[in-house]
């Protein structure tokens, strides 16, 4: 069920772990929604919440992302009331659900190490287009134009995020760099509730419905998808 809510109503109940989706208007934003059929160009994951900030004597919650970003593009961290005020387009927040955060609190020492140690590490553009286009991933000679192996040398935006929740043990079982940001949305890990926290109002297709089970696997089967 989607509400709406401004960012300062909610700011204090988001836990690390949770998800803030993205939809952008630029560009390659617009390419984005055109290839995956869906609202959602971008996804971050929360970090840390309640940080003492030094500069403004507040507290704040901060959101680790692969994007290009003020200047910086590769893995980061940002204040997200800064990304809201400046973002051009819709925003969710996606709290996850019961079992989901359990298992997160189970593992969240694994997520926290994982995360920090991809900090500064470059995008990956490219795979990103990978993921989106699986128009050749089963075609025994043409799959390498679409399907993506594995590669955490670099991240995209959807890929550092499901591999986050891989070593949470959130999701199992997944090719996260063939994970979209659409993708992550839909896997049903999350409460029956999300927040639009920007924009005018815009529901996620699909928003908490599928499985993530062996997901971007070739032998990957729609019988995988739950609620269909």
């Known amino acids: 069920m989607l509400e709406h809510q401004p960012y300062h109503l909610v700011r204090e109940h988001m836990r690390p772990g949770d998800i803030i989706a993205f939809g952008g208007n630029s560009l390659f934003s617009r390419w984005t929604k055109f290839t995956t059929g869906s609202v959602v160009t971008h996804i971050a994951v929360v970090l840390h919440t309640n940080m003492p900030d030094k500069l403004s004597g507040s507290y704040v919650n901060k959101i680790m992302e692969a994007t290009i970003y003020n200047g910086k593009q590769g893995v980061m961290t940002n204040r997200l009331s800064e990304r809201i005020n400046n973002y051009n387009g819709h925003m969710w927040w996606l709290p996850l659900g019961r079992q989901a955060r359990d298992r997160f609190n189970q593992n969240h020492h694994a997520f926290f190490n994982f995360m920090h140690e991809q900090h500064g590490k470059p995008y990956d553009i490219f795979q990103l287009f990978g993921s989106a286009v699986d128009t050749f991933d089963g075609h025994p000679l043409l799959k390498s134009i679409s399907y993506n192996e594995e590669n955490f040398s670099r991240w995209f935006c959807s890929e550092l995020v499901a591999e986050g929740l891989k070593t949470a ?3 199992e079982d997944v090719n996260s760099s063939e994970v979209t940001p659409i993708d992550i949305c839909r896997f049903s890990i999350f409460q029956g509730r999300y927040v639009q926290v920007k924009g005018t109002s815009q529901p996620i297709e699909g928003f908490n419905s599928l499985s993530a089970e062996r997901w971007g696997k ?3 089967a ?6 269909s």
């Open 169 to 171: 043990r959130v999701i």
């Open 218 to 220: 070739l032998d990957f």
């Open 222 to 227: 729609p019988n995988n998808l739950m609620g």
